[in-house]
C-alpha cells in the first residue's frame, strides 16, 4: 500500500526510535496503511481496531491483525504495546481526552498523535481551511461528529498521565493544490440530506463566490509524540 506524506513522516519518527518498538497498536486504524507497511518492511508486531466492521474485515483478509473496537475503550490491557499511533482520528471523537487516556493506558512507551493542520497565514491554506471547516459544520448539523483538526496545544491538554517524561511536535505542509469541486465531491450525500433553503446552502454560495478563480490546498499534517 502506497503511504501518503503524513503516513511517510510517522514511519520515519518510528524508524527512528532509540529502541525499535516491537509491537504498534493503531487506533482508528482505518486502512491501516503505516501498520501494513511497520509489519512487512520493519517486522513489528501489529494491530489495528476501528469501529466499521468492513475496514476491519478487510484488514485481517491482508493479514493485518484487527479488531472492531471504541478508541474510548480500547479492547486490550495495560501496556499490551510499545506504542499506540492515533492519526487522524481524535477529531471524530467525542470525549476524545478518553480516547489518549485509553492509549496511554495499553502503551508501554508512549503515543504517537497526527492530525491534519493548515498553516493559515498562506491564503490557499486559510482557503482550505475555510471549506473544510464548512464541511465539518455541515456533518455535525446532520448528527456526525466532525469537530475541526485539533492543534498541539489540545491535543496536550488532553493528557491526564503524569508520567510523560517528553514531547515532540513536528510539522509538514505538502502545498498540494485542490479546487472547490474538489471538496464539494466528498460533501453530495450530506448536500442531499438538506432542505432547499437551508442555511448551509446560503453560506456553500457564498464560499463558492468568494473561493471563484482561487487556489485551495490540502492540509499538511502534525505529530506530536508522547513518550512515558
Known amino acids: 500500500m ?24 493503531d487506533v482508528g486504524c482505518g486502512k491501516g496503511a503505516v501498520i501494513s507497511h511497520c509489519k512487512s518492511q520493519l517486522n513489528i508486531k501489529v494491530c489495528g481496531i476501528d469501529q466499521h466492521k468492513q475496514t476491519v474485515d478487510d484488514l485481517i483478509e491482508k493479514n493485518i491483525d484487527a479488531k472492531v473496537g471504541d478508541a474510548r475503550e480500547i479492547p486490550f490491557p495495560d501496556e499490551q504495546f510499545d506504542w499506540v499511533l492515533i492519526s487522524n482520528a481524535l477529531h471524530h471523537i467525542p470525549n476524545a481526552d478518553k ?7 495499553v502503551a508501554k512507551h508512549g503515543v504517537i498523535v497526527s492530525e491534519l493542520w493548515y498553516d493559515t497565514t498562506i491564503k490557499c491554506q486559510q482557503l482550505g481551511a475555510e471549506i473544510d471547516s464548512w464541511c465539518k459544520k455541515l456533518h455535525q448539523a446532520l448528527g456526525f461528529y466532525h469537530r475541526v483538526y485539533l492543534n498541539a496545544g489540545e491535543v496536550i491538554s488532553l493528557i491526564r498521565q503524569p508520567n510523560i517524561t517528553s514531547i515532540e511536535v513536528r510539522y509538514g505542509l505538502d502545498m498540494v493544490q485542490t479546487n472547490l469541486d474538489y471538496w464539494l465531491d466528498h460533501q453530495k450525500e450530506y448536500l442531499e440530506k438538506l432542505s432547499a433553503n ?11 463566490a468568494k473561493m471563484k478563480n482561487q487556489s485551495l490546498c490540502e492540509p499538511g499534517w502534525m505529530i506530536i509524540t508522547l513518550q512515558k
Do not use: D, G, Y
Open 2 to 25: 502506497k503511504l501518503n506524506q503524513q503516513e511517510k513522516a510517522i514511519v520515519e519518527k518510528i524508524e527512528k526510535f532509540s529502541t525499535p518498538p516491537l509491537s504498534i497498536l
Open 99 to 105: 480516547a489518549l487516556t485509553e492509549c496511554f493506558r
Open 198 to 208: 437551508h442555511v448551509f446552502l446560503w453560506e456553500l454560495e457564498n464560499l463558492k
